[in-house]
C-alpha cells in the first residue's frame, strides 16, 4: 500500500473518532473531552507524517517540515496543524529509532500530566 493511501486512511480513522465523540456529546457539554480526543487523533496523524518523512530522508523531521514536499511532489501533511488549545504540537527523537509526537495540553506547559503524546515504534 502506497504511503499516501495510508496516511488518507489515518485521516479517516481520526475523523472517525472526532464524529464517535461528537456522538457521544450531543449536546457539547463536554468540550474538553472532545478537544482531547481532536488532540489524541491529530497526534496520530503528525506521527503517521513524520514517520513517512524519515523513510525519505533517513532523519526525524522538525514540525514545519512535514509541511514540504516528498520526492513525488506530495506534501506529508497539506498544513501543520496546531493542538485544539492552539499550541504547537512537538516532535521528540527518543532513543533508538524512535519518536514522540506531542501536544503540551489544555495548561500549555510541557511535561505536565495534562499532556498528549504518541510515540512511534
Sequence with gaps: MRWSNRLRITYLAAFAALVLVSAF???????????????????????????MFRLDHHRW?????????????????????????????????????RCEVRSRGPDGEADTRDDIFGRSG
Design 61 to 97: 523531521p522538525s514540525l514545519p517540515e512535514l509541511s514540504e514536499r516528498d520526492r513525488h511532489g506530495r506534501p506529508y501533511l497539506d498544513s501543520v496543524p496546531r493542538d485544539p488549545w492552539d499550541h504547537d504540537y512537538e516532535i521528540r527523537q527518543l532513543r533508538g529509532d
Design 25 to 51: 456529546q450531543p449536546d457539547g457539554s463536554d468540550r474538553g473531552a472532545l478537544r482531547e480526543a481532536i488532540a489524541r487523533s491529530e497526534v496520530v496523524v503528525v506521527n503517521v507524517a513524520a514517520r
